[in-house]
């Protein structure tokens, strides 16, 4: 990350992802963002992903891969996406807002993986660094890199990303299909 962000604007982004979700939540009007009080970090084009968890479990997960908007609009949009779009899981109902904790990855912009092979791709990825991206035709999916303190192995990686992508696990080893990868400055509430 050449850029990195400050505790200020980490806890910034954070404030503006819990009301974002709240007021998309409990049906309320956003408040615009005052823009005097955003740092250039915060107002430059950047992408993000919101993760919700309730005790640990994942309970809405969406962002974008590359920046469109300023990196406060972005986690904003998806904070509400997280909640109330996630095809995975219900809506967030109301109850559940003291119990959700918000975490927010932003991403560097994402790179070409070149590789020769199932298992030249298995040597050129950096577990635990890397979020990856599978392309194949219009299918594609990705993992961000805290993914891999669920599923450590590489081969195990791949193969439920080619599921989450729509198919067979053995794809990325049978086909060349387009790899990137990207890393993240990832953050969350703490409950101080």
């Not at 962002?63 to 986690?75: N, T």
């Not at 070409?112 to 660094?129: A, F, I, N, Q, T």
């Not at 599978?134 to 303190?149: I, M, N, S, Y």
Request: proline share 8%.
């Amino acid at each position: 990350m050449s850029n990195p962000l400050t505790n200020a604007e980490k806890k910034t982004l954070l404030k503006l992802g819990r009301e974002a979700m709240e007021c998309g939540v409990l049906e309320k009007k956003l408040p615009p963002i005052q823009q005097n009080l955003l740092t250039s970090n915060l107002r430059e084009h950047g992408a993000s992903f919101v993760t919700l968890t309730i005790n640990e479990e994942l309970r809405g997960c969406i962002g974008a891969l590359e920046a469109y908007q300023s990196l406060a609009d972005d986690v904003r949009e998806h904070a509400i996406a997280a909640a109330l779009e996630d095809p995975r899981f219900p809506p967030v109902d109301p109850t559940e807002l003291n119990s959700i904790k918000l975490e927010v990855s932003r991403l560097t912009a994402p790179h070409p993986l070149e590789y020769s092979s199932g298992d030249d791709l298995l040597k050129k990825l950096k577990p635990h660094v890397d979020g990856v991206i599978l392309k194949d035709g219009p299918r594609r999916a990705t993992f961000l890199p805290q993914v891999w303190e669920k599923i450590p192995d590489p081969v195990e990686f791949l193969e439920h990303l080619c599921q989450k992508m729509g198919a067979h696990p053995d794809t990325w080893r049978t086909k060349p299909i387009q790899v990137l990868t990207y890393e993240v400055e990832e953050f969350e509430e703490t409950n101080s």
